[in-house]
């Protein structure tokens, strides 16, 4: 399962409603690449593919592909808003090693 934090729901929420993507889903992933060997990858997205992974939090649905989900599995994703910017954090059982700016891992 993934999960997001009560302080990443509402930043969600927040930006789905700024750009009226109220009833899209939260589509997370991984990508090759970075400096550890995944990226993170989040965005909106319209569609659900019939073997993606769904969750549903408070009214938030979440989905992932299947691949993607195998490195994604127990992660709860939060948000952070400080001096040195704001953004959405990973935090990810499955990632062994992960580079400084937390947006890459190996698993």
Known sequence: MITLTATAHSKVK???????????????????????G????????????????????????LVCDMKSYLYLNGTEIDFTD?????????????AQRSCGCGQSFSA
Request: glycine residues 16%; charged residues 25%; proline residues 2%.
């Open 14 to 36: 927040e930006i789905m409603e700024k750009e009226n993507k109220s009833d899209w889903s939260l589509r997370m992933g991984v990508r090759g690449g970075g400096c550890s």
């Open 82 to 94: 400080g001096l040195q910017g704001s953004g959405f954090v990973f935090n990810n059982p499955n």
């Open 38 to 61: 995944m990226n993170y990858v989040l965005g909106f997205d319209n569609s659900v593919s019939d073997t993606d992974e769904v969750f549903e939090q408070d009214g938030v649905k």
